[in-house]
C-alpha cells in the first residue's frame, strides 16, 4: 500500500477542472455547428481523452493507497473507487463507461460518430463535475 499523494493529485485535479472548463462551452454550441467545425470536434475529442485519462490517474493514486492491488484498465479505475464506496455504483458505472468513448476515439476502432461525440461529452461533463466533488470531499476527508 502506497501513501497518498495529495499534492499530486490536487494537481491532477487543477488539470481536470480546466479541461471541464474548456469543454462546456464546446457542448453547448449545438450539434449542427458541432458537425461542422472540425477544430471543435477535434477539440472536444482530445478534452474527452484528456478528462477520462487523468480521472484514471487520480483513480489510480487513490487505489493504490487504500489497496494493494492496482486497477488493471482506465474502466476498471472507475469500478474500485465505486466498490471502495468513494464513487456511488451507479455513478462509477457512467464513468467507467466514458473509457469505451475515449478508446474509440484514441484508437480509431470505428468510424466516429460525431454526433454521439457531442452528446456524450455533454453528458460527461455532469457526471465528472459529481465526480470532481466527491474525490475533493475524499481529499478532504484523508
Do not use: C, W
Not at 500500500?1 to 462551452?25: C, D, H, S, T, W
Not at 467545425?37 to 485519462?53: G, T
Not at 490517474?57 to 466498490?83: H, K, M, V, W
Amino acid at each position: 500500500m502506497l501513501r497518498l499523494n495529495k499534492a499530486v493529485i490536487f494537481l491532477k485535479m487543477k488539470n481536470l477542472a480546466q479541461y471541464l472548463g474548456e469543454l462546456e462551452p464546446l457542448t453547448s454550441v449545438g450539434v449542427a455547428e458541432y458537425q461542422k467545425d472540425y477544430v471543435k470536434r477535434h477539440a472536444v475529442e482530445k478534452l474527452v481523452e484528456l478528462i477520462v485519462e487523468i480521472a484514471s490517474d487520480i483513480n489510480r493514486a487513490i487505489i493504490e493507497a487504500e489497496q494493494s492491488e492496482p486497477a488493471t484498465s482506465y474502466f476498471s479505475t472507475f469500478s474500485q473507487l465505486g466498490e471502495l464506496k468513494i464513487l456511488s455504483k451507479k455513478l462509477s458505472d457512467r464513468l467507467a463507461s466514458t473509457t469505451g468513448l475515449r478508446n474509440r476515439l484514441v484508437h480509431h476502432y470505428e468510424d466516429i460518430e460525431h454526433k454521439i461525440v457531442y452528446l456524450s461529452a455533454g453528458k460527461m461533463l455532469k457526471d465528472y463535475h459529481k465526480y470532481f466533488q466527491l474525490i475533493e470531499k475524499y481529499l478532504q476527508a484523508h
